[in-house]
């Protein structure tokens, strides 16, 4: 999984508490994003960061926020968690100029709000 | 604004048999295009890119791809499918414009191939 990890890897928490998700990754890489994945709808943009304390929305960045203070690492935050915030988080980060390669992805995180 | 189809749910194949999985895309720009694989509870695994150069490329796993412009198409095939090659396929596209970050991706196709 290119160096990166995610945590947790499973989650169930209520509506309405804070969640943060955190990825890791361990080769330096400028370019780090945040996507869920729902069935019938591939996966989605929620934020990206193109270097520390730099991060932007993506298609479905409502409920979201970011931080990166360190190179390494990349924290989603759901400020207060929803039911349709259930789904699998995936983050991952890109190779080549300006990022623009391929991406390699981490393992996941299975969230479930109840 | 950029997009991609993929135009079935499902592909069915027998072993052996060739495969085909099909993408059409969208964007103003040069298209960067991807192929992806996904196992069941397992992350998404990079199988190949077209940038420039050669319309068909190769991947991993024997999979190629073969770039389109007229038909702003960009199938994955193989030659022999594997029982093994059985999972969700994502085609993906970013357009390769300078500032642009964001890659698109399309809905997926679960391919399925019987013994």
């Known amino acids: 999984d290119a160096g990166i990890t995610q945590s947790p890897r499973h989650k169930v928490t209520e509506t309405g508490t804070p969640v943060t998700l955190r990825c890791h990754q361990t080769?330096?890489?400028?370019?780090m994003y945040w996507y869920r994945q729902d069935p019938g709808h591939g996966l989605r943009l929620i934020h990206y960061?193109?270097?520390?304390?730099?991060?932007d929305k993506g298609e479905v960045s409502d409920g979201y926020s970011v931080s990166r203070s360190k190179t390494e690492d990349f924290l989603l935050t759901l400020e207060s968690a929803t039911s349709s915030q259930t789904s699998v988080y995936f983050c991952?980060?890109?190779?080549?100029?300006?990022?623009?390669?391929?991406?390699?992805f981490g393992p996941g995180t299975r969230l479930t709000v109840t | 604004a950029q997009s991609v189809a993929q135009p079935e749910d499902q592909v069915n194949v027998a072993e052996g048999n060739p495969l085909t999985v099909k993408c059409t895309y969208s964007?103003?720009?040069?298209?960067?295009l991807f192929w992806y694989v996904q196992y069941p509870n397992r992350g998404l695994q990079f199988l190949l890119k077209?940038?420039?150069?050669?319309?068909l490329v190769k991947g991993s796993y024997g999979f190629e791809a073969e770039f389109n412009k007229s038909q702003t198409s960009f199938h994955l095939k193989k030659p022999s499918a594997l029982v093994s090659d059985s999972a969700l396929y994502f085609c993906?596209?970013?357009?390769?414009?300078?500032?642009?970050?964001?890659?698109?991706f399309g809905k997926g196709t679960k391919l399925s191939v019987i013994p």
């Open positions: 991952a980060i890109s190779e080549g100029p300006e990022g623009a390669y391929e991406q390699y």
């Open positions: 964007v103003s720009g040069n298209p960067y």
């Open positions: 077209y940038i420039t150069g050669d319309n």
């Open positions: 993906a596209v970013r357009d390769g414009g300078a500032g642009s970050y964001q890659l698109t």
């Open positions: 080769e330096n890489h400028r370019y």
């Open positions: 960061s193109y270097g520390v304390k730099d991060t």
